[in-house]
């Protein structure tokens, strides 16, 4: 018989394999079998291989200790991953696994020896050791890094597919154990839309491995009753196998199901996360073998393994006799039930376990776990009456066994709910944490709010799910809140010192008591801090089991309850998650001007502009540069149009409009006339340079303001939170999907104008340049603004979306008399860069102010206050370091990109923000930032080009066409 069937238990036990279908794979270099359903860890524990890795530190021999993916001891490498929990890792057929951080063989790891050498290795020993003498950090930096790491990257992995997508609900319910279940399943019957999201496979939690009764059958009953009902529910929608990563504002949760990221919102939130089994704290409590209660229950239960043939259960609470009842009748030896207490809470207990006639041990602890040769398994327990906390006899009795199976209580899991803003507080009586202070919206149920006895759980659940649904409804005063009396589930100091230590507090970071008791010593008195000097917690188990012994030993040893000292701060993610997750495809939305489809059918290639589609030029890929010159040359000749319906449009009403303008932008806007636009340079307090755009004044009391494409949201966001703090009679609106717009450039542009616009006056001197006047086209309501991005007589006109092709096409017919084109965005950027005009974020960066880049004569001397005006005047009395310069080179050269690093000998001084080849000018032009030294008008200065070549502008002074800007106020 192989080992695989030898240890395995017979049916009912192993729901989750099926044992039709062997499976082989590789681990270690060794072939194992296992069946479908398992995990990488059931399947080697089955075929009796436990070590799956070594510690981080000391290269302790590590297997697993929660079979739930709550600890690191099962951190495995696969062909493609590192760092996979072998727990939480179905077997594939012909799947190769290796363990993690060892040197030599997983089992007889070269580097163990370090584990004799722990005295010399204190907490925080780090800090302390390595940075003198004077460089001798440069000797150990090669070493640590060498040793530092778990897995090993895969540099030739090909990438995968990764997506994000929303989902919205009444009710988010995490969690479904008994209490989730329940929850959701009240919740629907009362007609709430619901999402229960479960990180397993099967929905129940710990009614599939748990025991609740003596008899053992309320666990089975309630489980097919509730799950059931819950799938056949069509309010609720179940994600199974899916992490809820993180909680935010206003309910919004990340929630990852395989290679999907969902963006999830809900009306009310409640956590049924259940709670983390804690283990007991004492000499080797690390050792292969060693593992919690929960996690015996799981193998048996789960994966039908047998985790031993001599089994000693170590207890805090009654849940370790339900242990050994399900041990007994599985036919596993129970060689000692040792009992910290004093007896069961529940008289039966005792009594159903001395039927099994198992050992019962009360007041005592296991004192240290003995060991095989090479650490390699558990031989034994020495067991010790306990004394006084934290103390044991100095005699004891050794009970031969090859597993133990500990449970000191259980901690919330409060992770989520801590990221809410929620406060953990001791209960000195139960010795466990309860939860308060949550926001609005959010609610906890089951064990994650100290509730265990499972009648209670259903009844609480029902009575949160009632709360959550009073709260939609707007009964927000109808909030009942039940209390139960139940046994304490924690023993309240399950830590026990030994003088030759190796009680490890933290398994991820192989911390013994003494480290955290040297921290505190070290005068870190602060939990927070004493995370920061031992780094306890801060393995990838994130002090899931370490949380709480710490906080006993930092309150204990700094004269303090554990309601003073705490948990260290949760924060997301709850689990560790790719780097694909939050990389992989996003969700911008895709949006479309009124005119798509006119640019589609007159053959335009499309670009990206902020959330917008655009066309980037008209005509074949093959002949863009050819397309792009063609169009610069008809707006500069004869005239053409570009659709700039993508331009944030912002509609500001009110008496207080001209105030709040002349607060946010740099020109003055009081006194700017009716009929009139202005630029608007916008900067944020530090006076770096945010946005620009145009603002026209409609009449005494209305502006219309444009901001850039990809900044409108950003500036709207910024007009309110500071109106919200001035609070300004001012109504403002984003109206930029409201209005379609086109800009009509070129010498023949007031031409076309003519033939359309009837009711507008439109010479140059009943309405000149920077003017704005409203009329209709052909009966369409439209305002039109001579400005001059491109520098050339232009009008932009806005109208309502709607007319957007009429518009359009009219428009069209009435230029084919003179010769109009549509010209696309890189041929306007051409035109504009000819004509000196800045593209904000393109030739701005995070650091520029209006000086750097040459808009000084925007910023109002004269005004006592505009956001970002006092940092514009600091930095305007520093020396300048750097400035933005026009250049040109000789088309000849190579033509420098984007980017492109400007330098003053072996020093970087700059960067290209712009550059392209001119047709109007017959010579590459550009701007860049140079250093202050290099930007003189004739000097020239160095660019690093593609394959480290280099080329010399010269800088220029700007615009580069039409300096006196004739053309386009003609």
């Given at each position: 018989m192989s080992e695989t069937l030898k240890n395995r238990l017979p049916l009912p036990y192993g729901t989750c394999?099926?044992?039709?279908?062997?499976?082989?794979?590789?681990?270690?270099?060794?072939?194992?079998?296992?069946?479908?359903?398992?995990?990488?860890?059931?399947?080697?524990?089955?075929?009796?291989?436990?070590?799956?890795?070594?510690?981080?530190?000391?290269h302790r021999p590590r297997a697993p200790l929660t079979m739930a993916g709550q600890d690191a001891n099962t951190l495995i490498q696969l062909p493609h991953e590192a760092n996979v929990l072998a727990d939480m890792q179905?077997?594939?057929?012909?799947?190769?696994?290796?363990?993690?951080?060892?040197?030599?063989?997983?089992?007889?790891?070269?580097?163990?020896?370090?584990?004799?050498?722990?005295?010399?290795?204190?907490?925080?020993?780090?800090?302390?050791?390595?940075?003198?003498?004077k460089g001798v950090w440069k000797l150990w930096e090669p070493m640590i890094r060498k040793k530092a790491g778990l897995g090993i990257l895969d540099l030739n992995f090909e990438p995968e597919y990764y997506d994000k997508a929303y989902l919205f609900t009444d009710i988010a319910v995490?969690?479904?154990?008994?209490?989730?279940?329940?929850?959701?399943?009240?919740?629907?019957?009362?007609?709430?839309?619901?999402?229960?999201?479960?990180?397993?496979?099967?929905?129940?939690?710990?009614?599939?491995?748990?025991?609740?009764?003596?008899?053992?059958?309320?666990?089975?009953?309630?489980?097919?009753?509730?799950?059931?009902?819950?799938?056949?529910?069509?309010?609720?929608?179940?994600?199974?196998q899916a992490i809820c990563n993180a909680w935010f504002t206003d309910h919004y949760l990340p929630v990852i199901q395989g290679k999907r990221m969902y963006k999830v919102r809900a009306k009310q939130c409640i956590a049924a996360t259940g709670s983390f089994d804690q283990p007991v704290v004492f000499r080797n409590n690390d050792l292969p073998g060693v593992l919690l209660t929960s996690a015996v229950q799981r193998l048996i239960k789960l994966y039908a393994v047998q985790p031993g043939q001599k089994i000693v259960l170590l207890t805090g609470n009654d849940d370790g006799y339900f242990a050994a009842l399900d041990l007994a009748e599985a036919g596993i030896h129970v060689a000692a039930l040792v009992d910290m207490r004093s007896g069961a809470a529940d008289p039966a207990l005792q009594i159903a376990v001395k039927q099994h006639k198992i050992p019962v041990h009360l007041q005592s602890t296991v004192y240290e776990a003995l060991h095989s040769k090479g650490m390699q398994r558990v031989i034994g327990a020495d067991i010790r009456s306990i004394t006084a906390e934290g103390k044991v006899s100095t005699q004891g009795t050794t009970i031969d066994c090859d597993t133990i199976a500990m449970s000191s209580?259980?901690?919330?899991?409060?992770?989520?709910?801590?990221?809410?803003?929620?406060?953990?507080?001791?209960?000195?009586?139960?010795?466990?944490?309860?939860?308060?202070?949550?926001?609005?919206?959010?609610?906890?149920t089951g064990s994650a709010a100290g509730i265990h006895d499972i009648e209670n759980v259903i009844q609480d659940a029902e009575q949160t799910a009632k709360n959550a649904i009073n709260m939609i409804l707007g009964n927000s005063d109808n909030q009942q809140k039940l209390h139960f009396?139940?046994?304490?589930?924690?023993?309240?100091?399950?830590?026990?010192?030994?003088p030759k230590g190796k009680e490890f507090v933290d398994f991820d970071e192989d911390l013994q008591i003494r480290d955290i008791i040297n921290a505190t010593k070290s005068g870190y008195r602060d939990v927070q801090l004493v995370k920061r000097f031992s780094t306890v917690g801060m393995g990838p188990?994130?002090?899931?089991?370490?949380?709480?012994?710490?906080?006993?030993?930092?309150?204990?040893?700094?004269?303090?309850?554990?309601?003073?000292?705490?948990?260290?701060?949760?924060?997301?993610?709850?689990?560790?998650?790719?780097?694909?997750h939050i990389a992989g495809r996003g969700f911008d939305p895709y949006r479309q001007t009124p005119m798509h489809q006119r640019h589609i059918q007159a053959g335009a290639q499309m670009m990206p502009a902020g959330n917008w589609q655009r066309p980037a030029y008209y005509g074949q890929v093959s002949e863009r540069l050819q397309s792009i010159e063609n169009e610069v040359r008809n707006v500069r000749q004869n005239v053409g149009m570009i659709d700039v319906s993508t331009l944030g449009g912002l509609d500001i009403r009110g008496p207080d409009s001209a105030e709040l303008l002349n607060r946010l932008y740099t020109f003055g806007f009081v006194k700017l006339p009716v009929g009139k636009t202005r630029y608007a340079v916008m900067t944020a307090e530090d006076g770096v340079v945010i946005d620009d755009g145009v603002a026209g004044r409609l009449s005494e009391n209305h502006f219309y303001v444009t901001a850039t494409t990809s900044g409108v949201d950003r500036i709207y966001q910024q007009m309110l939170k500071w109106n919200a703090q001035w609070r300004l009679n001012v109504d403002i609106a984003n109206v930029t999907t409201a209005y379609a717009a086109v800009n009509i450039a070129g010498p023949n542009s007031r031409k076309v104008m003519q033939k359309v616009c009837k009711d507008v006056d439109l010479s140059n001197e009943a309405f000149p340049y920077l003017g704005l006047r409203e009329g209709t086209i052909e009966g369409i309501p439209v305002r039109l603004l001579r400005v001059g991005f491109v520098g050339e007589l232009g009008y932009e006109i806005h109208f309502p979306a709607?007319?957007?092709?009429?518009?359009?096409?009219?428009?069209?017919?009435?230029?084919?008399?003179?010769?109009?084109?549509?010209?696309?965005?890189?041929?306007q950027r051409l035109l504009r860069l000819e004509k000196g005009h800045i593209i904000i974020s393109q030739d701005t960066d995070g650091m520029s102010h209006p000086k750097e880049v040459d808009l000084g004569w925007a910023v109002a001397k004269s005004k006592p206050w505009f956001v970002g005006k006092r940092s514009i005047s600091i930095l305007e009395q520093?020396?300048?370091?750097?400035?933005?310069?026009?250049?040109?080179?000789?088309?000849?050269?190579?033509?420098?990109?984007?980017?492109?690093?400007?330098?003053?000998?072996?020093?970087?001084?700059?960067?290209?923000?712009?550059?392209?080849?001119?047709?109007?000018?017959?010579?590459?032009?550009?701007?860049?930032?140079?250093?202050?030294?290099?930007?003189?008008?004739?000097?020239?200065?160095?660019?690093?080009?593609?394959?480290?070549?280099?080329?010399?502008g010269t800088v220029v002074k700007g615009p580069f066409y039409d300096p006196q800007s004739a053309r386009q106020e003609i």
């Open positions: 394999i099926d044992r039709t279908k062997p499976i082989s794979f590789d681990f270690d270099q060794q072939r194992f079998q296992g069946f479908a359903g398992d995990t990488i860890a059931s399947a080697l524990i089955a075929n009796q291989r436990w070590i799956m890795s070594r510690s981080f530190k000391y179905e077997i594939q057929s012909n799947l190769s696994v290796m363990g993690q951080n060892y040197s030599g063989s997983l089992l007889k790891d070269s580097d163990a020896f370090l584990g004799k050498f722990s005295k010399f290795m204190p907490v925080g020993f780090y800090y302390r050791s390595f940075y003198k003498p995490i969690g479904a154990g008994p209490a989730g279940l329940q929850v959701a399943l009240t919740a629907a019957e009362a007609g709430m839309k619901v999402l229960l999201i479960e990180q397993d496979k099967m929905l129940g939690g710990s009614l599939h491995y748990a025991r609740f009764d003596v008899e053992g059958k309320t666990a089975q009953a309630l489980s097919r009753k509730l799950v059931a009902q819950v799938q056949a529910h069509q309010n609720i929608t179940v994600m199974n209580g259980y901690m919330p899991v409060y992770q989520l709910l801590c990221q809410a803003g929620a406060k953990l507080n001791y209960n000195d009586k139960k010795s466990q944490f309860t939860i308060s202070g949550l926001p609005t919206g959010l609610q906890v009396n139940e046994a304490a589930v924690n023993f309240p100091w399950p830590i026990f010192e030994h188990s994130q002090g899931r089991h370490s949380a709480l012994p710490t906080a006993r030993l930092v309150a204990k040893y700094t004269d303090r309850t554990v309601s003073e000292t705490g948990v260290t701060t949760a924060r997301p993610p709850f689990t560790a998650e790719k780097l694909a709607r007319y957007g092709q009429f518009m359009w096409d009219l428009l069209m017919q009435a230029g084919a008399e003179f010769a109009m084109k549509p010209f696309g965005v890189e041929s520093q020396p300048m370091k750097r400035k933005l310069v026009s250049f040109v080179l000789d088309k000849s050269q190579e033509k420098p990109l984007e980017g492109h690093i400007v330098l003053n000998g072996e020093r970087i001084t700059g960067n290209i923000t712009s550059c392209e080849y001119s047709p109007t000018l017959d010579q590459i032009i550009g701007m860049a930032y140079v250093g202050i030294e290099q930007s003189d008008v004739g000097q020239q200065f160095e660019i690093r080009v593609e394959k480290g070549a280099s080329v010399h």
